[in-house]
């Protein structure tokens, strides 16, 4: 079936740092790979998307690349502030399943 | 109107109790799920309806029975719950049920079950 691995967290970097946040997957057929974030105590709000192979999905200077040859969807941002901390979850939605395949999430926190 | 709404926003009920949650949306999406999180854990999928017909039950007990009356709403009645089922409890939809469609969420229901 289908899955989704990403990096355990949390992760705690310090404002303007670079961050990465890991995320592989396995599917059936060629997904479309998703990026949610969750602020504390609020809803999944998507960050950004990526529906073949090589595609960049771009938000808010975060960036994620769809790696087909190692399956990996590696979410990034340049420079992080506070205001970024929360849970990240990476998700998978493949041609053959109606609904997300989420990864575990990963919590970041940033310091000033 | 790019917006999912869920109330109530918090919800405590008894174990003797029913309940319902609802969800609406104005965006035209003919998708609509139920999601169950737990603290420090992904969404699980519930339910998803499709054009208003129920097409997944991830075996759900039935003490959770979802509802689509149009195309805009979608409720879940609760009745006789556990306190394990204190969760929060995440509404979306898309477009259609296609891979490239993109889920919108509400801001959820946070359940607590006494």
């Known amino acids: 079936g289908d899955s989704v691995t990403q990096m355990e967290g949390p992760v705690t970097l310090s404002e303007e740092a670079f961050l990465t946040i890991n995320c592989t997957y396995t599917?059936?057929?060629?997904?479309?790979l998703f990026w949610y974030v969750q602020y504390p105590g609020e809803g999944l709000q998507l960050l950004l998307k990526a529906t073949k192979a090589d595609d960049k999905g771009s938000n808010k200077g975060f960036e994620a690349t769809y790696r087909k040859e190692t399956t990996s969807f590696h979410l990034e941002k340049g420079s992080v502030q506070v205001s970024d901390s929360a849970v990240y979850f990476c998700?998978?939605?493949?041609?053959?399943?109606?609904?997300?395949?989420f990864g575990s999430g990963t919590r970041l926190q940033v310091q000033p | 109107d790019t917006e999912v709404t869920q109330t109530p926003k918090h919800l405590v009920m008894g174990m003797t109790n029913k309940k319902s949650l609802k969800c609406e949306q104005h965006m035209g999406h003919r998708a609509m799920y139920w999601y169950k999180q737990k603290a420090k854990k992904p969404p699980e999928l519930m339910f998803v309806?499709?054009?208003?017909?129920?097409?997944i039950n991830e075996s759900v007990p039935s003490r959770f029975s979802p509802e689509c009356p149009n195309s805009s709403l979608l409720n879940l009645h609760l009745h006789a719950l556990q306190p394990e089922d204190s969760a929060l409890y995440l509404c979306?939809?898309?477009?259609?049920?296609?891979?490239?469609?993109?889920?919108?969420f509400g801001p959820g229901t946070r359940l607590t079950v006494l």
């Open positions: 998700a998978l939605k493949s041609p053959a399943w109606r609904a997300l395949t």
């Open positions: 979306a939809s898309s477009q259609g049920d296609k891979k490239n469609d993109e889920q919108f």
């Open positions: 309806y499709s054009y208003e017909k129920l097409s």
């Open positions: 599917a059936t057929g060629y997904p479309s």
